[in-house]
Nanobody, 114 residues
């Protein structure tokens, strides 16, 4: 089982940027996909972005053009660059490792003030 640890969350004003990072305890080169999800208070967890081990990306419509997911297999790390943040982006953000592990990190809080 791979362990995931997120970092980089915090409080930012609307229009600002944050970069989230997910560090894995083991190799991620064969994990497909890696991704980020988020959960706002009172809402279900939702997909933000995923990236395959071939580099193909997928984004939620609400973040397209503002967020960028990337992975560095050598560093065992997945990142999420978030620009032009909006108050509705406020949520706990979770890193996800897909097949074969289906593992989640503990989450990192992102709060965007208006």
């Amino acid at each position: 089982q791979v362990q995931l640890v997120e970092s980089g969350g915090g409080l930012v004003q609307a229009g600002g940027s944050l970069r989230l990072s997910c560090a894995a305890s083991g190799s991620i080169s064969s994990i497909n996909p890696m991704g980020w999800y988020r959960q706002a208070p009172g809402k279900q967890r939702e997909l933000v972005a995923t990236i395959t081990n071939g580099g193909s990306t997928n984004y939620a419509d609400s973040v397209k053009g503002r967020f960028t997911i990337s992975r560095d297999n050598a560093k065992k790390r997945v990142s999420l660059q978030m620009n032009s943040l909006k108050p509705e982006d406020t949520a706990v953000y979770y890193c996800y490792a897909g097949y074969p592990w289906s593992a989640w990190g503990q989450g990192t809080q992102v709060t965007v003030s208006s």
